[in-house]
């Protein structure tokens, strides 16, 4: 059973349009995070959010948690080339245990 | 300053076999996470350890799989008799909790490939 549900899992655009990728569950997360991983990397944190409705900027991108604590969001703006990876959401019940969504693998087009 | 960091980078084995992955983790981290990637995959948790705890073991797929982690810091993710369907990226992460929030650190993996 995936408790964090990403979609889309794939999404290839060209470099400046706009773009969002969701994580949903039906479980209440006390945090969610948002990683970002590159081919032979392993993934890097980009932003936590902790507060239902909460929002947070990251230059281009900006992250929502839903007011309920069961969703979330990643919005790019103007993607660049260098915005390309797989981008992975997780989500925190008990503090220290993570559960990751399957991800969204991003490829933007010069 | 230094982050987590992984060996080997790459191992093939053959089928059968034994393997054992290291992991060093940020000075100072006190929990320590293993997780398993299939090909382009999420991540599957594996094992915790945090402080002098009992470690959490609840993700581990069999009793083939074991893990270690000596003096709170270097850990050692043993793989016995290895199968085809073992092959992927073990990662391996830290975290220093903050304010209750475990944000996860991770090294580079391990490609495991089982011939």
């Known amino acids: 059973t995936q408790l964090l549900e990403q979609s889309p899992q794939f999404l290839s655009i060209q470099e400046g349009e706009n773009l969002t990728v969701y994580c949903n569950s039906s479980?209440?997360?006390?945090?969610l995070q948002w990683y970002r991983q590159e081919p032979g990397e392993g993934p890097v944190l980009l932003v936590t959010v902790v507060t239902g409705g909460e929002v947070k900027k990251l230059k281009r991108l900006t992250f929502q948690f839903g007011d309920a604590r069961k969703d979330s969001s990643l919005h790019i703006t103007a993607a660049q080339p260098g915005d390309t990876g797989l981008y992975l959401c997780?989500?925190?019940?008990?503090?220290?245990?993570?559960?990751f969504g399957q991800g969204t693998r991003l490829t933007i087009n010069p | 300053g230094a982050g987590v960091s992984q060996s080997p980078s790459n191992k093939v084995t053959e089928k059968g076999k034994d393997v054992e992955l290291r992991c060093d983790p940020i000075?100072?981290?006190?929990?320590l996470y293993w997780y398993r990637q299939s090909l382009g995959q999420g991540l599957e948790f594996l094992i915790y350890f945090q402080g002098n705890s009992a470690p959490d073991k609840s993700g581990l797929p069999s009793d083939r799989f074991s893990a270690e982690r000596t003096g709170g810091s270097v850990s050692t993710l043993t793989i016995q008799r290895t199968q085809q369907e073992d092959s992927a990226v073990y990662l391996c992460?830290?975290?220093?909790?903050?304010?209750?929030?475990?944000?996860?650190?991770f090294g580079p993996g391990t490609r495991l490939t089982v011939t």
């Open positions: 997780a989500g925190s019940k008990a503090a220290q245990k993570l559960v």
């Open positions: 992460a830290s975290s220093l909790v903050a304010g209750g929030l475990y944000e996860q650190y």
């Open positions: 479980s209440v997360f006390s945090s």
């Open positions: 000075s100072g981290h006190t929990a």
